[in-house]
């Protein structure tokens, strides 16, 4: 017997056009708490328009987009300012999240590596640095959801390590996790991967679903 979970992240039917190029057609997810979800496409299929769409930074045409709980979002494009060093972005991000310390924000640049960083410039970091910002940035709020564009786009492999174990984190305190990503390199890791496809999203069959009792 499968078990139906209530859902933390759903999108129902989103339209969205840009003039007459019309990107998303009816585009239908659901994800559950603990859960962690690839949407996959090719470049210009939609992802990023759907991840913002997702994230409330971009409104719809049409559809419907429900939201249980708090948000992190990570844009491909690092949200930095050159001028700030990551000390002082990370003292912005929590007045905006009204944190009362930066203890998870150092938990997470050790975690990912970067914690000799503090004081650099964010215009001085090399990308792969820029990126582990981008994602304590999103994660320093330990949010219920989290919606990742290409997150590890520009990692070494010891950070790609890293950052997955930051991820069976997450999934085990029952975070639910969004991956927008043109490939899949281990799709045992997830629990589902929907296919973005002509502006609606198509869930593949894992190997979980193939053996998942009736």
């Not at 009816?26 to 496409?41: H, I, K, N, S, Y």
Request: aromatic share 8%; hydrophobic share 40%.
């Amino acid at each position: 017997m499968t078990v139906v979970r209530e859902a933390v992240l759903e999108a129902r039917n989103v339209h969205k056009a840009y003039g007459r190029h019309q990107v998303l057609r009816g585009a239908d997810l659901r994800v559950e708490p603990g859960q962690l979800v690839a949407v996959v496409g090719e470049n210009g299929a939609g992802k990023s328009t759907l991840l913002k769409a997702l994230a409330g930074t971009l409104p719809i045409d049409r559809g419907t987009v429900a939201l249980s709980g708090t948000l992190g979002y990570c844009p491909q494009e690092p949200v930095v300012n050159n001028s700030l060093t990551v000390e002082q972005h990370l003292r912005y991000f929590a007045a905006a999240y009204r944190l009362a310390d930066l203890d998870r924000a150092h938990e997470l640049m050790r975690v990912l590596g970067c914690a000799a960083y503090a004081d650099t410039f964010a215009g001085a970091l090399s990308g792969g640095t820029r990126q582990k910002l981008n994602l304590t940035l999103a994660l320093m709020h330990d949010p219920d959801v989290l919606l990742l564009d290409e997150p590890y786009q520009g990692f070494d492999w010891e950070t790609y390590l890293r950052f997955w174990d930051l991820v069976d984190d997450l999934r085990t305190r029952g975070k639910a996790v969004v991956v927008i990503t043109h490939l899949v390199f281990e799709q045992d890791r997830f629990d589902a991967l929907d296919d973005l496809v002509d502006g609606r999203l198509a869930r593949r069959t894992t190997p979980e679903d193939s053996h998942a009792p009736a």
